[in-house]
């Protein structure tokens, strides 16, 4: 789905067609002058499930979570709850798309977006007619 | 929302019925991550089985090794700390969510567990601690001899 208005795609307008919740994962962001930096929480999702992608300036960040069920074993008390996570974030910079780094580690994401280096700006000369 | 005819099976599949009220459950707290009763960190699932209890605590960014888990009788304690992300100076935040520190919770187990026994591991975040029964707590078969 692109995204033609730089607003941040809500996750409320529109029902997602999976059964279950979706949560938004807790998220730091800091930016230096060189890059983009964001940790994402994203305890219990399977590596394999998840999925980073920028499109236009809009970065989205899913995955699923929920298969740390002990076999044989039922739940008894629950404070958390599985499903799928999703967030999208509408970048202001320029990011460059091909040296983005991420890693996962102890259930968080780490995403590296350097920004990319602006253009020159371009005197354009206007002549005068007449 | 599916609604079930007067003429339902109620006992054909007890499946149906259970995965008709986490849905209402799952409506109930929309897109809530954790329940209510998560108030402290971390928050934990307590799993039975026959074997024993496991425990279940999402603790992302936190290493294996900076937990420290004791038992003693029935009382687990875990405590570890939440160290913040190394940024460097002329840094500006957009967003701070995640919080740190350290955290510390206490357990009560429904059986005295003996120390040794206990295996702890952690993947993608979520710590999996295995609390098995004592030997001693295991429910017994009796035979029942028939008197002729």
């Known amino acids: ?130 | 929302m599916v609604r079930h005819g007067p003429g339902a099976d109620l006992w054909g599949e007890p499946l149906a019925t259970l995965r008709r009220i986490q849905d209402e459950i799952n409506r109930a707290f929309g897109d809530q991550r954790w329940t209510p009763s998560a108030a402290e960190f971390p928050p934990v699932n307590v799993w039975r089985g026959p074997d024993g209890v496991i425990i279940t605590a999402e603790i992302p960014g936190v290493k294996l090794d900076a937990v420290d888990l004791t038992v003693h009788q029935n009382t687990l304690t875990l405590k570890g700390s939440r160290s913040p992300e190394a940024f460097g100076a002329e840094t500006s935040w957009h967003r701070r969510e995640r919080s740190y520190g350290p955290f510390s919770r206490v357990i009560e187990l429904p059986y005295a567990v003996d120390p040794d026994k206990v295996k702890a591991s952690a993947r993608n975040g979520v710590l999996i601690i295995e609390l098995p029964r004592p030997e001693a707590d295991r429910p017994h078969k009796i035979s029942i001899t028939a008197s002729s």
């Open chain 1, 1 to 130: 789905m692109a995204d033609v208005t730089g607003e941040p795609r809500a996750r409320h307008d529109a029902e997602s067609t999976r059964n279950g919740p979706v949560f938004l994962p807790t998220t730091d962001i800091y930016e230096n002058k060189d890059a983009l930096y964001l940790s994402l929480e994203l305890p219990g999702v399977d590596p394999d499930s998840l999925g980073v992608t920028l499109e236009k300036r809009v970065l989205t960040v899913c995955g699923h979570a929920g298969g740390d069920a002990p076999h044989g074993y039922s739940l008894s008390h629950a404070e958390y709850r599985s499903g799928h996570y999703e967030r999208s974030f509408t970048l202001s910079d320029a990011i460059d798309g091909d040296r983005i780094e991420a890693a996962f580690t102890d259930g968080v994401l780490r995403l590296k977006l350097p920004k990319s280096q602006p253009a020159p700006a371009k005197t354009i000369q206007v002549r005068a007619a007449g």
